[in-house]
């Protein structure tokens, strides 16, 4: 059998982002009848919006208003176990619809669109993926959330931004080599941090990729004040930078508490809208996508992310359409390593007092 080459494979499933939907905008009569509708949907089905921070503000904004949460990856899945809901409707890409129905497979998951992938996720195919684990029996697999359920049913842990730092810190303590996947930035970057010995698979997100050191160089000697906040998706050369490396929650928790008036930011746009509500009299930075190097094929949102809108949200409650089912073979090997990251997830936090989180 010839070994597994992943830069291969990566190269192979290379996709590129596809336009951004042009949602033809609402009148705010329009608007408002919108929501009305949906907030009636949501009561009769026993529904409840589960979005993420990279979604439309007014998606966001409903899921606050209607019971529904607006988190990042982790507190999505702890949300949507803990929920009384009959129906989640996963307002996001489809592996966090994926991974709610693994953590709920009595209940019914819906999303808006099921089109909404993750370029992580399409570049790491469970087949090749597998047989690469299988090439490497004697390291811990772990995988990052942004991955198919096949992918995470072949895993030992699946992480998330969030926690990702302290199970590598806790899997390098037990002496543990790990088989990380996919994104090649965030496991360089965890790497760095804690030493721990890691085989990385060459995946990458298009929207991070895109941020640019040179350019962000530029930016910061513009504000020189500002904080430069970093998700770890990004190239080194960005995460270098920065003030904050953190996931979703860390990012908009630093924007709310540290004592700066501007924050440049190198993450999905989406997120402006929760740091707007939470620090409304801040300064919010794009960091720049383009500059040396640049191949603007991406800009600072998720295409995915934005497949989300008030109208197919409407359309998917009114008929039922785009459930989303797994496989009950894999649903059964893949809530392991997620439940085994929410038990981790659950102690540490028990462990600060309550008040850590991951
Ligand atoms: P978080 O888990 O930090 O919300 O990130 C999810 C994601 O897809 C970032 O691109
Ligand atoms: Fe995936 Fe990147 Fe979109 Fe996050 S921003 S969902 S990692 S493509």
């Keep these: 059998m010839p070994r597994i080459d992943p830069e291969a494979v990566v190269r192979r499933h290379r996709i590129a982002p596809p336009p951004h939907p042009h949602w033809p905008a609402l009148a705010p009569t329009d608007k408002a009848a919108l929501e009305g509708r949906i907030e009636r949907l949501l009561r009769e089905r026993n529904a409840v919006l589960v979005a993420h921070y990279y979604t439309d503000g007014d998606l966001q904004a409903l899921a606050e208003a209607t019971g529904g949460c607006v988190a990042d990856s982790l507190e999505m899945a702890r949300f949507g176990a803990a929920s009384q809901a009959d129906t989640l409707v996963v307002c996001g890409v489809r592996f966090m619809g994926e991974t709610a129905k693994i953590l709920n497979p009595e209940k019914r998951v819906l999303m808006p669109d ?5 370029s992580l996720d399409e570049n790491c195919p469970a087949g090749p993926f597998t047989a690469f684990c299988d090439e490497h029996p004697e390291r811990t697999v772990v995988v990052y959330a942004n991955t198919s359920a096949q992918v995470k049913a072949r895993a030992d842990w699946v992480v998330t931004s969030g926690i990702a730092l302290a199970i590598v810190e806790h899997l390098r303590d037990r002496g543990e080599a790990i088989l990380w996947a996919p994104d090649k930035h965030l496991g360089h970057y965890i790497q760095r941090l804690t030493g721990a010995d890691m085989l990385l698979w060459p995946g990458a997100c298009v929207v991070h990729e895109e941020f640019k050191g040179v350019a962000l160089e530029r930016l910061r000697r513009l504000h020189p ?52 509500q939470l620090a409304p009299g801040k300064r919010l930075i794009p960091a720049p996508t383009a500059g040396e190097g640049a191949t603007c094929e991406s800009c600072a949102h998720c295409p995915w992310m934005a497949m989300n809108a008030l109208q197919n949200l409407a ?19 893949a809530v392991v390593p997620i439940q085994r990251m929410l038990d981790f997830a659950r102690a540490r936090t028990a462990a600060q007092g309550g008040k850590g989180g991951a």
Excluded: Y
């Design 114 to 118: 099921l089109n909404a992938t993750c």
């Design 225 to 276: 004040d500002a904080a430069v906040l970093v998700h770890p998706e990004s190239p080194d050369e960005v995460v270098d930078q920065a003030d904050v490396v953190g996931s979703t929650t860390a990012l908009i928790t630093a924007v709310r508490d540290m004592d700066r008036k501007e924050f440049i930011v190198a993450t999905d746009e989406g997120i402006f809208w929760k740091m707007r």
């Design 315 to 333: 359309r998917v409650l009114e008929t039922g359409e785009n459930e989303i089912h797994i496989d009950s073979a894999i649903r059964e090997r």
